[in-house]
C-alpha cells in the first residue's frame, strides 16, 4: 500500500499543517472501497451495529483476522458471497444502509492517523480505484476539512493527551 503525507494536526493547539497540492472528494453512490477492502470492525463498530437490531453473525466474518505482529486486532466485515460487496452496501444504488452508524475504518477511508507524541500524522492510502483522491472538486485537507469531517476522532485522541499529562 502506497501512502503518502497529507497533513499533521497538533492535538493540543488544533493547528494543521497540509500538503495543499492533494484534494480529496468522497464521490457518492462510487462504493469502489466498499468491494475492493478488506474492513477490519471494531468492538465498539459491533456494538453500535447491532444496536441497530442486526446479529452479529450477520456481518462479522470470523474468518478473516487483523493482527499487529503477533497481537490480534478484529475480525473483517463480511462479504456478499454473489459479488464481493461488504453486506451493508445496497447493491443497487450504491448506498451504505448503516452510514451513520458504518465502522470506523470505513468511516476514515482513504485516510490513515497515525498518532506521533502530541501529533497526529494524516496519510492517505492511494488506491489507484478510488476515484476521489486528487478529485478536481475535491477539498484539501485543511483544518476545517479534518474537524468536520474527523473531530470526535480528533478529541478522543485529546483526552488521551490531557490524561496522560495530568
Request: charged content about 35%; aromatic content about 14%; hydrophobic content about 35%.
Amino acid at each position: 500500500m502506497e501512502k503518502r503525507w497529507v497533513a499533521t494536526i497538533d492535538l493540543e493547539t488544533l493547528e494543521v499543517e497540509h500538503d495543499p497540492t492533494f484534494k480529496f472528494k468522497c464521490i457518492e453512490n462510487c462504493g469502489r472501497c466498499c468491494y475492493e477492502l478488506e474492513i477490519p470492525i471494531r468492538d465498539e463498530d459491533i456494538v453500535r451495529i447491532e444496536e441497530l437490531g442486526y446479529n452479529a453473525w450477520e456481518f462479522v466474518d470470523y474468518d478473516k483476522m487483523f493482527y499487529r505482529g503477533d497481537k490480534f486486532l478484529s475480525y473483517a466485515l463480511k462479504k456478499r458471497p454473489f459479488d464481493g460487496g461488504c453486506v451493508f452496501l445496497d447493491p443497487e444504488t450504491k448506498r451504505c444502509r448503516i452510514y451513520h452508524h458504518r465502522p470506523l475504518a470505513c468511516r476514515l477511508y482513504p485516510f490513515v492517523f497515525v498518532k506521533n507524541g502530541k501529533k497526529m500524522e494524516v496519510y492517505v492510502k492511494m488506491d489507484s480505484f478510488c476515484p476521489g483522491l486528487n478529485h478536481p472538486e475535491g477539498e484539501p485537507v485543511t483544518r476545517e476539512f479534518l474537524l468536520r469531517e474527523y473531530g470526535d476522532v480528533i478529541e478522543e485522541y485529546r483526552r488521551k493527551i490531557v490524561k496522560r499529562s495530568e
